[in-house]
């Protein structure tokens, strides 16, 4: 029995957990018969270290650390012997120096990993084919998405698109209050960054958007699965389906230092057409022809 252990701020049914099980399970690791998931939910960064002592007392084989970096530290931490797969969303691990090399990890841990903030200035420019004339926006961020808030911000500033930011604090958020605090002139977009608390609220948010027929730049197509306008990024379910090869080539016998750390090449542009009627938005046709994927 393979037995794996995770700690996340998130739910264990997404539809990129759904990817990685499902990975898995095309590799010949089925839960129930050869494969066990031991997830356990923490509701704050803060809970990271203490539930990751706890997946270490439950016995796994290998950790999978999902997520922010506290993720694996946390992880790294708790053991220095059993293999880490991580999953790193928006930090670079060896300019974290969480790992020496990303082609010759040493240690214990190797994995895929994305950053966000190489895609700010994509999505600011995506955002101005989607509103000709685009000169301001409005974005909502919080601590772990303050990065990412500082590279739009240099970003737009070279695009020549004024940012006001709105800063988040003290989960859980409130979405309607912080549109509120945005000045007229700002209206005219909202970019989102990501951290675990936002993407947690991806519902909430997308929600909000529409209510008040803002057009709105995420950071994932779950925002847009969730019922908002557009997305520019990688792949979340294909990011953890690679991380589940990891796994089962760790399983094998294979050692974290015969496996380099990957980041994804392809990113994909998803629109939601219905969103974009509702709000009352029309999307120029140059647009639709470069996205990935149109949902009707």
Known sequence: MLRLGMASILPQNTPFM??????????????????????????????????????????????????????????????KNLP???????????????????????????????????????????????????QSAAVFWDSGSADQFQSLKTSGENLGIRLFDVELRDPPYNYESAWERV???????LILPTSGVLFRDRQRIASVTVEHRIPAMFPFRDWVDAGGLVSYGASLPGLFARAAEYVQKL???????????????????????????????????AILLRADEVIE
Do not use: C, W
């Open 18 to 79: 759904d990817a990685f099980v499902k990975r898995l399970r095309e590799l010949g690791y089925e839960e129930g018969k050869n494969l066990a998931v031991d997830y356990v939910k923490v509701f704050s960064p803060a809970e990271y270290p203490a539930a990751m002592e706890e997946v270490l007392r439950r016995n796994v084989d290998i950790i999978v650390a999902q997520g922010p970096d506290t993720t694996l530290q946390s992880a790294m931490a708790a053991t």
């Open 84 to 134: 880490i797969v991580m999953i790193a969303i928006d930090y670079d691990p060896f300019a974290r120096g969480y790992v020496t090399s990303l082609a010759h990890p040493t240690g214990n841990v190797t994995g895929v990993f994305f950053q966000q903030i190489e895609l700010s200035a994509k999505r600011l420019e995506i955002a101005k084919q989607l509103i000709p004339g685009l």
């Open 183 to 189: 000045p007229a002139d700002f209206r005219t977009m």
């Open 251 to 285: 399983a094998k016998g294979a050692s974290p230092a015969d496996l380099p750390i990957e980041q994804p090449t392809t990113f994909e542009l998803v629109l939601n057409l219905r969103t974009a009627k509702e709000i009352g938005l029309t999307i120029p046709q």
